[in-house]
């Protein structure tokens, strides 16, 4: 009987204890917010380029090539390609020069926007450059370059020149 009476007070007291344990804590209220997030996706382009390599020049014949410019802009942001003159000397945007390894040797040449060698690319915004949008990829874009026939008075040897390309947006 002793051990039915302590079996029932320590089941009593489980009982009371769990009923102490499982009592839900009274709350004094609750509150509530948010949190503003906020991102501003801003305009970037990165730009790379390929070197334009025109073919042998004889001076009796118009000689073509062209160049590549990659071109990655964030998606949606608009974007102008201009063209310096170049670094040669007297050197235009209309008139390009190349310089040459023999001293005071030159070989003028044409950078354009189309197959046709008909539309000059400089760097005056909105009148000879190249305008376009950004798709998050790399867009690549062609450079047109054309040396015009019968400089005869060029002496044999190399020439170079080295052209800005900038990139606004």
């Known amino acids: 009987m ?3 009476r302590l079996f029932k007070a320590g089941a009593l007291s489980l009982l009371c204890l769990g009923a102490t344990v499982a009592s839900p804590a009274f709350a004094a209220g609750t509150a509530t917010t948010n ?3 906020t991102a501003a996706v801003e ?3 990165t730009i790379a380029t390929t070197t334009m390599v025109f073919p042998a020049y004889t001076g009796t014949a118009v000689v073509d090539t062209t160049a590549t410019l990659s071109l990655t802009c964030t998606n949606a942001a608009p974007y102008v390609v201009a063209l310096g003159a170049g670094t040669g000397d007297g050197a235009t945007t209309a008139l390009r020069v190349m310089t040459g ?3 005071g040797s030159v070989l003028n040449y044409g950078l354009y926007q189309n197959a046709g060698h008909t ?3 400089g ?3 909105g009148t000879d450059t190249v305008a376009g949008t950004g798709n998050g990829t790399a867009q690549d874009i062609t450079v047109y370059g054309e ?3 019968n400089q005869l008075s060029s002496v044999v040897g190399n020439y170079t020149d080295t052209v800005a390309v900038t990139v606004t947006y």
Request: charged share 5%.
């Open 119 to 121: 539309t000059s690319w």
């Open 101 to 103: 390894s023999v001293t």
């Open 43 to 45: 305009s970037a382009c």
């Open 147 to 149: 040396i015009a026939a």
């Open 2 to 4: 002793l051990s039915q």
């Open 123 to 125: 760097d005056t915004a």
């Open 35 to 37: 949190i503003a997030v």
